[in-house]
């Protein structure tokens, strides 16, 4: 199975977790680049959120505590976060 055929089975994996009631979306980041994005979001707000996600990730590795997972609480909903390298999903 070569890199692109396993990014795709990840990505048919994500659409099938958004069936998952209240579930808004799904992001997908490789090494910090955004690899797939399934959101109600525009493209800004997207690259805006994956820039906040790495700046996270860093504060954490830097300060030796890497994070491996969190949930961040806002108004109006929660994010998850899953960093398991080179993965991040959110």
Known sequence: ?????SYDAVIKSLQMLKRVRRLEGSVLIHEGVLLNADTLYNERQ???????????????RNGNRPL????LGFDAGNVMVFNVLPFTLC
């Open 68 to 71: 491996s997972r969190a949930l």
């Open 1 to 5: 199975m070569n890199e692109t055929t």
């Open 46 to 60: 997207i690259s805006g959120f994956v820039r906040e996600v790495n700046a996270i990730l860093s504060q954490y």
